[in-house]
């Protein structure tokens, strides 16, 4: 199959609507879709694991991320494809400004930005996606400093980095970049809510394609008739 294909959404077809490229619906995610989080996670394997996290995390250090992350303060953000599945996350952390960032910022908080796409999904520009709505978030959030610490040598991070225009800082190994964002206006604002309600439509659409296609797949088959 078409790697493509795995993202040509329900809403693009609802739209009339046909792209080269498909639409990277970003979804802000909650409590309820923890389950489906870790599941995300844990199909990083080896050193995809070590560049999301920095080390080499088992799977029940994972679980505990996912479970100890705070949907009060921070924001996440997930991609679903044509089957249903979780193939992108993005975690916003907010957190207060430290003493050595003054100088970067003078607002009371600033935000870190980790991401992870599965390998089915990348080069499509999901990480990206995800990076502007985070961007966005921060903005409307009153937060103009956003933060990403990786390894040097993730090279996905450095790219989305780099796109984005962010400063990059190297030592030993690892990278910080930041990026000064505007402060909000009316269009970022009816950009995050038109954004999320594309989202949750597409949502949608794909949940319910998904139940009608277990659904049709539990029913009883009629044999055909023999002819013989």
Known sequence: ????????????????REEARPTVPVKELRERDRRRMVRHFLLLEGRDRVLRFGSLLSDEQVTKYV???????DMVF????????????????FAPREPAKEGVTAKARVAEFGVSV????????IG???????????RNNDVDTLYMHCLSSNQVMMHIAKKA???????HGEAD???????????????????????????????????????????????????S
Not at 67 to 73: E, L
Not at 165 to 171: F, N, P, S
């Open 1 to 16: 199959m078409n790697r493509l294909n795995l993202f040509r959404n329900p809403l693009n077809r609802w739209l009339g």
């Open 67 to 73: 479970a100890g992350i705070d949907f009060k303060r």
């Open 78 to 93: 997930g991609v679903y494809n044509r089957m249903f599945r979780l193939v992108a996350v993005g975690h916003l952390a």
């Open 118 to 125: 599965l390998k089915s999904a990348r080069g499509l520009g």
């Open 128 to 138: 990206s996606k995800l990076f502007e709505r985070a961007g966005i978030v921060c």
């Open 165 to 171: 225009g962010m400063a990059i800082e190297r030592e």
């Open 177 to 227: 970049a930041y990026l000064k964002l505007l402060p909000a206006d009316p269009s970022s604002v009816m950009r995050e809510a038109m954004q999320e309600q594309l989202a949750t439509l597409d949502y949608a659409l794909k949940a319910n394609v998904r139940r009608a296609t277990k659904l049709w797949e539990r029913l009883p088959r009629r044999k055909k008739p023999d002819n």
